[in-house]
């Protein structure tokens, strides 16, 4: 009886393990994806001649926010994704910074500002390829 408690405990440790582990891959798939679309898209939301064009805009919207809404909410237990966030606040920054380049085109918008947003979008998108980069490394 002993050694089948002790065999019991034993296995629920291993499949608890393999269950964080698997969603420790899961984040930073997500978190790959997250950054192949940032990479594809982040660089026109920031430029206004690009975005100035609605169907542009919506479609880089669309993709930014759709990739965004693919990250789970988390409200108890560990946070596989915690350290992926930044690329999940790089998605949301890169669309309000589309939208903001689409001002910038048709009207007049402070430069000091519009910079100021991609500057932190560029902080952003740098802590997320840091993240990735050390998620694929194993830490």
Same mark, same amino acid.
């Given at each position: =009886?002993?050694?089948? !408690?002790? !065999?019991?405990?034993?296995?629920?440790? +291993? !499949?608890?393990?393999?269950?964080?582990?698997?969603?420790?891959?899961?984040?930073?798939?997500?978190?790959?994806? $997250?950054?192949?679309?940032?990479?594809?898209? #982040? *660089?026109?939301?920031?430029?206004?001649?690009? =975005?100035?064009?609605? &169907?542009?805009?919506?479609?880089?919207?669309? #993709? %930014?926010?759709? &990739?965004?809404?693919?990250?789970? +909410?988390?409200? $108890?237990?560990?946070?596989?994704?915690?350290? *992926?966030?930044?690329?999940?606040?790089? %998605?949301?920054?890169? $669309?309000?910074?589309?939208?903001?380049?689409? =001002?910038?085109?048709?009207?007049?918008?402070?430069?000091?500002? *519009?910079?100021?947003?991609?500057?932190?979008?560029?902080? !952003?998108?740098?802590?997320?390829?840091? &993240?990735?980069?050390?998620?694929? +490394?194993?830490?």
């Amino acid at each position: =009886m002993r050694t089948l !408690l002790l !065999l019991l405990l034993l296995s629920t440790c +291993t !499949l608890a393990g393999a269950q964080a582990n698997k969603a420790e891959q899961d984040a930073l798939a997500l978190a790959l994806k $997250s950054q192949r679309i940032l990479n594809e898209y #982040a *660089f026109g939301a920031t430029d206004p001649d690009t =975005m100035k064009y609605a &169907q542009r805009l919506r479609l880089t919207k669309a #993709a %930014l926010d759709g &990739q965004r809404k693919e990250w789970p +909410t988390v409200t $108890s237990g560990p946070d596989p994704w915690d350290n *992926f966030r930044p690329c999940k606040s790089a %998605l949301e920054k890169a $669309s309000y910074v589309a939208g903001l380049s689409a =001002m910038k085109a048709v009207s007049k918008l402070d430069d000091q500002v *519009f910079n100021a947003e991609k500057g932190q979008l560029r902080q !952003l998108r740098t802590e997320c390829d840091a &993240q990735v980069k050390q998620g694929q +490394t194993g830490r």
